[in-house]
């Protein structure tokens, strides 16, 4: 159960970031419109790319040792950055939350979000690269890797049905000042945690 938690927990806090994949799911939320089909989808492909990086980077660290090391220093580096550019997000602050525009149709907004999902890089970094190398130190990947895909699930899904709840809140700037520094906090808490542990 430790296992598990850690592996949602861990998960969780790759995913929270507000990105161009998050930021679709919102707007479909908002919006209500294909809210299921865009949550479902997300969560599926979280899913399958954490189960190629917990059970694809031990392959791959067992037939080369060195990669799990610089996946390690790698994954560690990009959570840094990815720190930094939040806080600067944080001390900069103006972002605000709108829905704008019409609702699209069904296929327009899968073909939306499946290239949002697919094509964006970060979703490899954090779930093939990252998840890949910290899954490295529990001994039961399985936990890790349904505690990672379980947190997706309930992301997604509270993002896209709660999204018409959060609107207020991330209307104004602060509350995304806020949640940009919270995201700075995690990803360099998990950056030295690599790094160190």
């Known amino acids: 159960m430790t296992t598990f938690l850690a592996g949602m927990g861990t998960g ?15 707007r479909q939320g908002l919006l209500r419109s294909h ?25 791959l660290a067992s037939i080369a ?18 720190g930094l550019r939040a806080a600067i997000s944080a001390w900069r602050g103006g972002d ?14 899968m073909g939306a979000v499946a290239l949002i ?26 936990a890790f890797a349904a505690g990672a895909i379980t947190g997706s699930f309930l992301f997604f899904f509270a993002l896209g049905y709660g999204a018409r709840l959060l609107a207020p809140v991330f209307a104004r700037p602060r509350a995304w000042q806020m949640l940009d520094l919270a995201i700075a906090l995690i990803m360099w808490s998990i950056a030295l945690k690599l790094l160190w542990g």
Do not use: E
């Open 117 to 142: 999902t697919w094509m964006n890089p970060h979703v490899y970094l954090d779930t093939v690269v990252l998840l890949g190398a910290i899954s490295s130190d529990f001994a039961d990947k399985q």
């Open 96 to 109: 605000a939350l709108r829905a704008q525009g019409a609702a699209r149709g069904f296929w327009a907004t």
């Open 65 to 82: 040792p060195r990669f799990n090391t610089a996946m390690t220093w790698g994954g560690a580096a990009f959570l840094l950055v990815y």
């Open 35 to 59: 809210v299921f089909a865009v949550c479902l989808f997300c969560a599926v492909s979280d899913a399958i790319l954490v189960t190629l990086g917990v059970f694809g980077a031990g392959l």
């Open 12 to 26: 969780l806090s790759l995913i929270v970031a507000i990105g161009a994949q998050n930021a679709l799911v919102l």
